[in-house]
């Protein structure tokens, strides 16, 4: 049973290490997911490279047989010798290209079958035939073949329209105009050891002629330009050293079925529990109007160390640092609960010392405190005496100012009964001056400098008859304008108005005319 003092420390060690190792997990589990879905993408561009090449490899010969189109498209007779000189010129090393020969395949109808055995006999040639023999309404012999010889010599002659593969690109080449490869089939030339193989084929019109419809080109056919291939030899290369650990087979047709592979990049293929890899596709490749296609699959130990191993490499990282942090965590727990103990002692013990010290200092303060108390009461006495003196000088200065301010309240009646009956006789005199304005029988208008309205009689109103709206204190043109309308010349009348408000202290006298024909005095 552990002390209750290591329990913590253990624990939180154990909660390190486990959270570590979840954490592990977590990350593990993921880098396997993100080095699966790599080594598929790598797989994938692999894939993409390998069928890249092959139909690389496949354009790269086509371009042989299309320049052999071109050399009979550019002359009337191409001679035997025109044939080998023009072969060894565009191929000129051998392990450039990999055609087993090229041959020129001559549509011969049965009609000129006599003829064309002669013609060639006489060429050189005097054991000339065609093989296999048989009466057919269209033959095409190979006449020339390069290079001729070895086995390529027993091909002289051969009809490869009896062959039903070759029979039926041929006359799909004749018909389209286009490159046509055969499917899967065996070589004349490998008659003693057959090999898988294909040949590609293109038509000869005359004259060199690009016919546009079905007619024209079987009219205007003469033959073809073909190239036989094994399969191997064409395709054994296609992996780079840097994809080596792919496998792909390449079987003729849609379906990868057993008598229609013509490849497979290893010379043992895998067992069916190696072809059932994560890592593998099916992928067609049409060429020439031929469909390939091609199963690949990723090989053991696929991808990089780096790679493959990431995963691993983090799970044993992760356990590692775990533990680590588990073991740093509980050295860590244990120091700082010695740490702690250590704490409590000297914390117990500056304890004990502060408390010795307080005691002391209690007893210092005792007599400070008994000094202090006989000194302060002295200073108490003092102050109290002093206290006494001030109350007294503070109640003579009290009652020295509020007899002051008596005397200021009396002051201040007096004025403000004097100051009412100021108000009192200004009020008489302003209600004498208003009914002496209203008694007069002078019209009366009053304004200040700035032409505001500020009073006016009832006589003035009677004489104009001005509306009583117009008559607010404080406007300033509206009973101007209206007077004026009433005059037999309002302009003149204005100006002369507004020329009196600017000069106030000019006095003036004349007189105006109504439109009515009255006449009025003006004094200002």
Request: aromatic content about 8%.
């Amino acid at each position: 049973m552990l002390p209750a003092r290591w329990r913590k420390p253990v624990a939180l060690a154990m909660a390190v290490g486990v959270s570590g190792l979840v954490i592990t997990g977590v990350l593990w589990r993921q880098a396997s997911f993100d080095s699966a879905a790599e080594l598929q993408t790598s797989f994938e561009h692999d894939v993409h490279n390998i069928k890249a090449r092959i139909e690389g490899q496949l354009a790269r010969h086509e371009l042989v047989l299309r320049s052999f189109v071109a050399l009979f498209g550019a002359s009337d007779d191409v001679s035997r010798k025109d044939f080998q000189t023009f072969y060894r010129s565009l191929v000129q090393t051998p392990g450039d290209y990999s055609f087993v020969a090229l041959n020129y395949i001559e549509a011969v109808p049965v009609s000129n079958l006599a003829t064309h055995i002669s013609r060639v006999r006489q060429d050189g040639l005097p054991q000339y035939s065609i093989h296999p023999p048989g009466s057919r309404h269209l033959y095409g012999p190979i006449v020339y073949i390069e290079p001729f010889s070895g086995p390529n010599l027993a091909a002289l002659g051969y009809d490869p329209l009896t062959l039903a593969p070759a029979h039926e690109a041929l006359l799909r080449a004749r018909d389209t105009g286009n490159l046509a490869l055969t499917a899967k089939l065996a070589l004349k030339h490998d008659a003693a050891h057959p090999e898988p193989g294909f040949s590609m084929y293109l038509p000869l019109y005359r004259w060199g002629a690009s016919p546009q419809t079905l007619a024209q080109r079987q009219a205007a056919l003469i033959g073809w330009i073909g190239g036989p291939f094994r399969s191997k030899e064409l395709l054994q290369d296609q992996l780079s050293p840097d994809i080596s650990q792919v496998f792909f087979e390449v079987y003729d047709g849609t379906e990868p079925q057993p008598e229609a592979l013509m490849y497979a990049s290893h010379p043992s293929a895998p067992d069916s529990a190696a072809k059932r890899t994560p890592l593998h596709s099916a992928v067609p490749l049409v060429y020439g109007g031929q469909t390939w296609t091609l199963m690949l699959y990723a090989l053991p130990g696929y991808g990089t160390d780096a790679l493959v191993q990431r995963p691993q490499w983090l799970a044993a990282s992760g356990a590692l640092l775990s533990a680590l942090a588990a073991a740093s965590t509980l050295l860590l727990g244990m120091f700082l609960v010695r740490r702690k103990l250590l704490a409590q002692q000297r914390e117990e013990l500056a304890l004990a010392n502060q408390r010795e010290q307080e005691r002391h200092a209690a007893e210092r303060v005792l007599r400070d405190s008994e000094f202090a108390a006989r000194m302060a009461l002295d200073r108490a006495n003092a102050l109290a005496k002093r206290l006494e003196d001030q109350q007294q000088q503070l109640e003579q200065q009290v009652q020295q100012r509020t007899a002051e301010l008596q005397h200021s309240v009396t002051v201040a009646q007096n004025a403000l009964a004097e100051l009412d009956q100021q108000k009192a006789a200004l009020a008489n005199s302003v209600s004498l001056l208003n009914a002496t304005l209203e008694s007069t029988a002078y019209g009366i208008l009053v304004v200040d400098c700035d032409g505001r309205l500020v009073s006016w009689n009832h006589r003035f109103v009677e004489l104009w008859q001005v509306p009583p709206e117009l008559l607010v204190p404080g406007s300033k043109r509206q009973v101007l304008h209206y007077v004026a309308d009433l005059t037999r010349d309002p302009e003149a009348f204005v100006s002369h108005v507004t020329q009196l408000i600017a000069l106030p202290h000019n006095a003036s006298s004349d007189t105006i005319e109504l439109a009515d024909g009255r006449v009025f005095k003006r004094i200002s």
